[in-house]
């Protein structure tokens, strides 16, 4: 995995070099993520360079793929698409810029799912799939179990929660981090 600022001069770094050759971060089963019915979040900073299949940035699975998936990713069509048990949502085709980072974020909260690129909400459904999956391997950059259909761009910030932000939270959250990613941003605190 290749590690590099994500605009010229920038201290915020981000991460790329994903393939299917086993380029991808792997987490084994971690329990905190098993969000059962409840709210959860995941969001990252992402820029793919082309998206003619699946680019996952995370997916949970078990190795069987017989039990409950939760995944993040961009479709053949360009748009943001957010699995969360047997269920998921996608954003508008299309709405996926490339060569370009943005902000994605997909979470549930009291029930609903949500996708929000660039501080907007996209789309919404109503979902309450139980994503507890004792046998689930969490990948980044890639799809599980071999980490095909790999993220052929940049990550930065991924985060993931057993809480859902507010509307103002998020555009909160995209206004004050879009800035790291213009040339000469600093992030670093010293002294």
Not at 41 to 66: F, K, N, P
Not at 94 to 104: E, I, K, R, V
Not at 148 to 175: C, H, M, V
């Amino acid at each position: 995995i290749i590690r590099s600022p994500v605009a010229t001069d920038a201290e915020l770094v981000g991460y790329s070099g994903f393939s299917s050759g086993g380029d991808y971060l792997s987490q084994p089963y971690n329990s905190a993520l098993d969000f059962g019915t409840g709210d959860f979040c995941i969001m990252a900073w992402g820029l793919l360079t082309h998206s003619d299949v699946w680019r996952y940035l995370l997916d949970r699975w078990d190795e069987a793929q017989s039990g409950a998936r939760l995944s993040l990713r961009v479709t053949s069509g360009g748009q943001l698409n957010l699995q969360s048990g047997v269920a998921g949502i996608d954003a508008p085709s299309g709405s996926f810029p490339l060569n370009q980072w943005n902000h994605m974020l997909g979470l549930r909260r009291n029930g609903v799912l949500e996708l929000w690129q660039n501080g907007a909400l996209l789309a919404s459904a109503a979902n309450t799939n139980d994503l507890t999956n004792p046998t689930a391997t969490t990948v980044i950059g890639g799809r599980h179990p071999t980490g095909g259909n790999f993220w052929n761009g940049s990550l930065a910030l991924l985060r993931i929660s057993a809480t859902a932000p507010t509307a103002d939270q998020i555009a909160k959250i995209y206004e004050d981090e879009r800035k790291l990613f213009r040339p000469g941003a600093q992030c670093t605190l010293y002294g």
